[in-house]
Antibody, heavy 121, light 107 residues
Framework: EVQLVESGGGLVKPGGSLRLSCAAS????????MNWVRQAPGKGLEWVSS????????YYADSVKGRFTISRDNAKNSLYLQMNSLRADDTAVYYC??????????????WGQGTLVTVSS | DIQMTQSPSTLSASVGDRVTITCRAS??????LAWYQQKPGKAPKLLIY???SLESGVPSRFSGSGSGTEFTLTISSLQPDDFATYYC?????????FGQGTNLEIK
């Protein structure tokens, strides 16, 4: 059974840092592009970042570029999101999501349960 | 970036109704569109990919259609478990974008 379990969320002050982790099981992580998607309280879904299987291709949403860093450790079956210079509008539930490849692109077929990040003084 | 616009934002319907949600892309995305269902406090669940392919395990009352810039999600006969928020997502580019969501509520 595919499982994605996020951890590392919590309360942090504006300007602070936090590192999220996503532990993958039930599939071979190194075979899949992985993503972070967030959802602010009461709002819609916002894609944050993606990383290719070997970490060669990395993309970020403009809203987090230069502040967030995505990484992965295939040997540890883990995905990470280092978040620096956090702002109040980064407050959200952060989901990791697996991407299933199809004809040169991919979509999100499995999601974790999410971890809440609250940025507040 | 490709903008995705869903309509309506809220839809009130009854059990047994046939409902349709529309998603429009700001430029052509071929058939690279997915639909997700999300219930409060839960992660999104994949329903449809490639605009019209039903994900394994998803009831056949869900169907998707469209290509280019206009897409629809149809639920043929609403069941109590279907009241949720639905999102479309384009994956034509790796700068993925979602629609703003459609809240399907009980009339």
């Amino acid at each position: 059974e595919v499982q994605l379990v996020e951890s590392g969320g919590g309360l942090v002050k504006p300007g602070g840092s936090l590192r999220l982790s996503c532990a993958a099981s039930g599939f071979t992580l190194r075979s899949y592009r992985m993503n972070w998607v967030r959802q602010a309280p009461g709002k819609g879904l916002e894609w944050v970042s993606s990383i290719s299987t070997s970490s060669s291709y990395i993309y970020y949403a403009d809203s987090v570029k230069g502040r967030f860093t995505i990484s992965r450790d295939n040997a540890k079956n883990s995905l990470y999101l280092q978040m620096n210079s956090l702002r109040a509008d980064d407050t959200a539930v952060y989901y990791c999501a697996r991407a299933r490849a199809v004809a040169g692109t991919d979509f999100f077929d499995y999601w974790g349960q999410g971890t809440l990040v609250t940025v507040s003084s | 970036d490709i903008q995705m616009t869903q309509s309506p934002s809220t839809l009130s319907a009854s059990v047994g109704d046939r409902v349709t949600i529309t998603c429009r892309a700001s430029q052509s995305i071929s058939s690279w569109l997915a639909w997700y269902q999300q219930k409060p406090g839960k992660a999104p669940k994949l329903l449809i990919y490639d605009a019209s392919s039903l994900e394994s395990g998803v009831p056949s009352r869900f169907s998707g259609s469209g290509s280019g810039t206009e897409f629809t999600l149809t639920i043929s006969s609403l069941q109590p478990d279907d009241f949720a928020t639905y999102y479309c997502q384009q994956y034509n580019s790796y700068l993925y974008t979602f629609g703003q969501g459609t809240n399907l509520e009980i009339k």
